[in-house]
């Protein structure tokens, strides 16, 4: 682990990077890649999540090497520039849209609107987006969002959707059915297996109750169970986090993946780690291991990330945590000094990739590129 984190930190200085930065390993990237597409269940596509890979040259690197035109998007921003780089595209909503949000996408004009599919949760949002349909006098796609056991908002039953009527100009493409709730289920209420089972079986009842005409998206799945479904009623699931694989994601789901994006910052200070007030204090709480021998100073902090590199770094209770300068604590064998890098791993990639700007890009032992991260707002 060591030898790994030593050859980024001399990537880094090579590239006279002296900041906050968040470092992707293309090469292990790629690995994840492959092992995705040997592992996806056969008749199943991938639709890449853009909330979850917030760069649309990761998302190109990635869309290029699975052959994916699929994208499942939840901001209209990001959306209009996913739609821009990615003219084949064909976009899925991850969340309802308010029908006022979706209205102010379609005036910005283009023949875009097209390849866009917006999720419905509700009868009353059915009805909302069949008016904005009707006031533009164009047909607007949608899929129905489903509940298969998650419990966050959809339609609960197949025969709430069986007695709807669709308004004129809206085209039903599908359902999606999210089960992220599968691999937290315990072994005592049934387990993830089971859970995963009983999701996919639910999912089934639903796409009965549609023409098969209305069966173009049947999607189901995330990172963390996407390649753990089988032959089963869905044609294509969604994966984003799992290509980078953040902490939250080490799941037997995603076994023999590697952690590909890291952030990078530089030590700015390595202290004998001392509270405020009487040294006495600190001495003894460091005798009951309340407090640490050693500590450093980080450029920047509190990050969705936990700390990998030096060993045994970690935050610190009675210290805190700070944006500008966060302490952290270590072991009384560290051996670190200024103008070190500390590596933390993110606990998610959603928000954390585009914290930084830009996105170092590591491979062959050096960064050979930088690429840009979509904007926040």
Not at 160 to 187: D, F, N, Q, S, V
Not at 263 to 286: E, F, H, N, Y
Request: a neutral charge.
């Amino acid at each position: 682990m060591s030898a790994y984190f030593a050859e980024l930190s001399k990537a880094l200085k090579a590239a006279e990077i002296f900041r906050p930065c968040l470092v992707l390993d293309r090469e292990r990237l790629d690995g994840n890649v492959a092992l995705v597409k040997e592992r996806l269940a056969p008749g199943l596509a991938v639709r890449l999540v853009d909330k979850s890979l917030p760069c649309l040259p990761l998302l190109s690197h990635i869309a290029r090497a699975l052959g994916a035109t699929r994208f499942m998007t939840f901001h209209p921003p990001v959306t209009q520039a996913v739609l821009d780089a990615f003219p084949e595209g064909d976009l899925l909503y991850g969340k309802p849209m308010p029908a006022g949000a979706a209205k102010a996408a379609l005036a910005r004009g283009g023949g875009w609107w097209s390849r866009v599919c917006w999720l419905i949760d509700t009868p009353e949002r059915l009805a909302e987006y069949g008016a904005l349909a009707a006031e533009r006098g164009t047909e607007l796609r949608f899929a129905f969002e489903v509940d298969v056991g998650l419990h966050r908002g959809g339609f609960s039953s197949p025969a709430e959707i069986k007695a709807l009527t669709i308004p004129e100009r809206l085209r039903c493409e599908g359902i999606m059915a999210y089960e992220a709730h599968a691999p937290e289920i315990p072994g005592l209420f049934g387990g993830a297996a089971n859970a995963l089972k009983k999701a996919s079986a639910r999912a089934a009842e639903f796409v009965a109750t549609l023409d098969p005409k209305q069966r173009h998206i049947l999607n189901i799945g995330g990172s963390k169970t996407a390649l753990l479904h089988g032959a089963g009623v869905a044609n294509e699931v969604s994966i984003g986090s799992a290509f980078v694989l953040p902490k939250d994601f080490d799941t037997p789901g995603l076994q023999g993946l590697q952690p590909a994006a890291f952030i990078a910052t530089p030590i700015l200070k390595a202290v004998d780690a001392m509270l405020p007030g009487p040294a006495a204090v600190s001495r003894m709480l460091q005798a009951f291991g309340l407090f640490p021998p050693k500590g450093c100073y980080l450029y920047g902090g509190k990050w969705m990330a936990e700390p990998v590199f030096p060993d045994g770094m970690k935050p610190n209770g009675l210290i805190g945590l700070s944006s500008n300068q966060q302490f952290m604590g270590l072991p009384a064998n560290a051996d670190v000094k200024p103008g070190d890098y500390a590596f933390l791993r993110p606990t998610q990639s959603e928000a954390v990739l585009q914290h930084f700007g830009s996105i170092a890009v590591f491979a062959g032992g050096r960064i050979v590129e930088f690429w840009p991260a979509l904007p926040m707002g």
